[in-house]
């Protein structure tokens, strides 16, 4: 296993290509300016074992959706977190295999100690796990997504 962690600008074209497809196969993220999102963000990370076999990201979020997301989960202070951990995707014929938590062992030594927060979906027990394993805390209630009729949970990393 192979664990990439690199600035979006330090990425060639090939590699960004395979970030997106694992991001869109996830299928819970709007693609429209997905690309311009994906080099907007801090870091990436790629999972390789042969083949990019997972991604994640820790991300620069806009100000008005961090305060959007924080709102709707009835969350406060928002200002306290500079970073979001997002697109974290495992493809699904590499579940099972320890990917997830080489994801969040690279995002988190990447981090730092710096905040940062992430949602996931509220049926999804095993990100539950990991975000938990790696001290982060659910934050808030659970909210509506606008992505699609699932709900969402906001967790936390001072």
């Known amino acids: 296993m192979e664990k990439i962690v690199k600035g979006p600008d330090d990425c060639n074209d090939a590699e960004l290509k395979s970030f997106e497809k694992l991001v869109t196969e996830g299928g819970e993220v709007a693609l429209a300016g997905l690309r311009q999102r994906i080099q907007r963000a801090e870091k990436l990370v790629f999972i390789n074992d042969g ?8 991300k620069n979020p806009n100000a008005g959706y961090k305060a ?23 493809s699904k014929v590499a579940r099972g295999r320890g990917y997830g938590r080489a994801l969040m062992e690279s995002i988190n030594d990447s981090l730092s100690g710096r905040a940062c927060f992430a949602t996931t979906r509220a049926d999804n027990a095993s990100m539950h796990h990991l975000f938990s394993r790696f001290g982060f805390s659910k934050l ?19």
């Open 51 to 58: 083949e990019c076999v997972a991604v994640g990201a820790i």
């Open 68 to 90: 959007r997301v924080f709102e709707k989960s009835g969350a406060p202070e928002p200002d306290k977190y500079e970073y979001e951990l997002g697109w974290l995707y495992v």
């Open 140 to 158: 808030g209630q659970p909210y509506q997504s606008e992505n699609g009729s699932y709900s969402l949970v906001l967790y936390a990393k001072p």
